[in-house]
């Protein structure tokens, strides 16, 4: 069988914290061998984005095209996407592929509070992608999005990922790092609600923590693992890294991706 591979399709950053990057030192840090599909250029450090500039979506298609029919994927994770017509190619270049085991992070926003998908694209992803996923990895401002209405209480987190499975995907994770107290992330299967806990890590080195998550647990799927056992594995990596986390800019620095192999 040989080593696994997993794919990301999603924006650089040129800070290396988040996207492309971040998705590749995950896949790294996980033993499992990484390509990538850049769908848009940032220009981007720990303060914030300073000018995107998006990929042509016939080549967003041709790089899907190129990995998959050499390489191959057991994984495949999509991060920032950008634009309607990158969705429509994506959408399009997943169903070519018949690719089964897809991570969906519906990224809208950066750390910083800079946008990285344009509105008017909330729908293509809402229509065309999340119908493909396997998984979806909403935080709370993108599930608030994705339904259009806020979400406070855990009553309404659990209508939400009821909501957002009848949208397509097979395993809704509403990440809980946006809420207050602790770091509680909810998963939905259709049947049964999970918490995942983790205690809230107080640091302001969270660049890249939802493309780490996704990205983690890509990699466990082309491990062979089973969604959820995929999905609390990422949850205990990138805790670990959040916890190991260090300074290397003056805004919010990213999570450690190797904190398992040096500190």
């Known amino acids: ?61 041709k790089q899907i095209d190129a990995v998959i029919e050499d390489i191959g994927a057991d994984g495949v994770k999509t991060g920032m996407l950008s634009s309607a017509p990158i969705i429509e190619a994506v959408a399009d270049r997943v169903r070519h592929h018949r690719i089964e085991k897809l991570v969906v992070d519906p990224v809208m926003v950066a750390k910083s ?36 209405r806020r979400l406070e209480t855990d009553a309404e987190l659990r209508t939400a990922a009821e909501a957002i499975r009848e949208m397509g995907p097979r395993y809704v994770v509403i990440k809980g790092g946006h809420r207050g107290g602790d770091a509680d992330d909810l998963v939905y299967d259709g049947s049964t609600f999970q918490t995942l806990h983790a205690a809230r890590i107080d640091t302001p080195h969270t660049h890249g923590t939802g493309c780490t998550f996704s990205a983690a647990i890509a990699a466990g799927l082309a491990k062979g693992m089973e969604p959820i056992a995929a999905i609390g594995m990422a949850k205990e990596y990138l805790t670990g890294a959040i916890a190991q986390a260090y300074a290397i800019g003056a805004g919010h620095s990213p999570v450690h991706h190797f904190y398992r192999l040096w500190s």
């Not at 061998?33 to 450090?45: C, D, K, L, R």
């Not at 229509?127 to 709370?140: G, K, M, Y």
């Open 1 to 61: 069988m040989g080593i696994a591979k997993a794919l990301t399709i999603a924006g650089s950053d040129s800070g290396g914290g988040a996207g492309i990057q971040a998705d590749l030192k995950t896949f790294a840090a996980l033993g499992v061998y990484g390509a990538s599909v850049i769908t848009a250029i940032t220009a981007q450090n720990t303060l914030g984005v300073f000018g995107v500039q998006e990929i042509e979506p016939t080549l967003v298609a």
């Open 113 to 148: 509070g800079d946008p990285l998908l344009r509105p008017e694209a909330v729908a293509a992803l809402r229509s065309l992608l999340l119908p493909l996923a396997l998984v979806v990895t909403p935080n709370l401002p993108e599930a608030e999005t994705l339904l259009g």
